[in-house]
Antibody, heavy 120, light 108 residues
Framework: EVHLVESGGALVQPGGSLRLSCAASGFTFSTHRMNWVRQAPGKGLEWVSYISSSGSTIYYADSVRGRFTISRDNAKNSLYLQVNSLRAEDTAVYYC?????????????WGQGTLVTVSS | SYVLSQSPSVSVAPGETARIYCGGHNVGSKSVHWYQQKPGQAPVLVVY???DRPSGIPERFSGSNSGNTATLTISRVEAGDEADYYCQVWDSSSDHVVFGGGTKLTVL
């Protein structure tokens, strides 16, 4: 059974940093692309970042480019999101999601999310 | 950048058919995917590649996509279908995943 567990969310001051983690199990992590998607309180889903299976291809949403860094460690079955220069508008639940790219591109399994709150 | 538009809310009575629309320029040329999200829970994929259902998703959930509108159809709506529904595409021109704003389905 596919299992994704996020961690690392916390209350942080504006300008601060965090490292979010996503532990994957139940599938061959090294052969799957992955995404981070966030959801601000009471708002819709917002895609944050994508990473290919090897880590060689990475994309970011315009709202986070230059501040957030996605990475992965296939030996540890783990996905990461380094979030820097945090702003109030980055407050959200951050989900990691397994990404499938066949005839379409979609996320077939999601973790339960980790909450990042940016406030002074 | 590419934009997907969804109506904020839809209401239907139990047993009726709910149709949730997702509009985008020539969205029929893209593959559209749909997610269901219940309060306090992570999103769940309910339709992918316009019309396909993941295992475990009831046949009551179906999708279509043509022209500028993709549609998620939920037949014989049940109280348990009450949730937010999001459409999503991959925009190859910007290398971005794009979500619609979401539609809240209320079962009367």
């Amino acid at each position: 059974e596919v299992h994704l567990v996020e961690s690392g969310g916390a209350l942080v001051q504006p300008g601060g940093s965090l490292r979010l983690s996503c532990a994957a199990s139940g599938f061959t992590f090294s052969t799957h692309r992955m995404n981070w998607v966030r959801q601000a309180p009471g708002k819709g889903l917002e895609w944050v970042s994508y990473i290919s299976s090897s880590g060689s291809t990475i994309y970011y949403a315009d709202s986070v480019r230059g501040r957030f860094t996605i990475s992965r460690d296939n030996a540890k079955n783990s996905l990461y999101l380094q979030v820097n220069s945090l702003r109030a508008e980055d407050t959200a639940v951050y989900y990691c999601a397994r990404y499938v790219a066949d005839s379409g591109d979609y996320s077939d399994f999601w973790g339960q999310g980790t909450l990042v709150t940016v406030s002074s | 950048s590419y934009v997907l538009s969804q109506s904020p809310s839809v209401s239907v009575a139990p047993g009726e058919t709910a149709r949730i629309y997702c509009g985008g320029h020539n969205v029929g040329s893209k593959s559209v995917h749909w997610y269901q999200q219940k309060p306090g829970q992570a999103p769940v994929l309910v339709v992918y590649n316009d019309t396909d259902r993941p295992s475990g998703i009831p046949e009551r959930f179906s999708g279509s996509n043509s022209g500028n509108t993709a549609t998620l159809t939920i037949s014989r709506v049940e109280a348990g279908d009450e949730a937010d529904y999001y459409c999503q595409v991959w925009d190859s021109s910007s290398d971005h995943v794009v979500f619609g704003g979401g539609t809240k389905l209320t079962v009367l």
